[in-house]
């Protein structure tokens, strides 16, 4: 099991980009287990749910806000 607080700071952010850390915490503390395994991850917000259209081939279509949803989005392009 995997548990971390809401730091103040995190307090602040928006609702997808602490789903996508929590998402991105959850997957590097078990990488090793998960490396060769097909994840489906089961979530009701929409931009999460339709994360792999904001991949860096359609930057055209999502301009990252700052540089932690660029890091999440470099994280996750590198997972395919």
């Not at 548990?3 to 959850?26: C, G, P, V």
């Not at 792999?52 to 700052?66: A, E, G, Q, S, V």
Request: proline share 2%.
């Amino acid at each position: 099991m995997l548990r971390y607080s809401t730091t103040n700071a995190k307090k602040r952010w928006i609702s997808h980009q602490l789903e996508l850390a929590a998402i991105a915490m959850t997957l590097k503390k078990y990488e090793t287990l998960l490396l060769h395994l097909e994840l489906n991850i089961f979530t009701d917000n929409a931009v999460v749910l339709n994360f792999h259209k904001f991949k860096p081939l359609n930057f055209h279509k999502f301009k990252p806000i700052n540089n932690r949803e660029k890091l999440l989005i470099a994280y996750y392009s590198n997972l395919n």
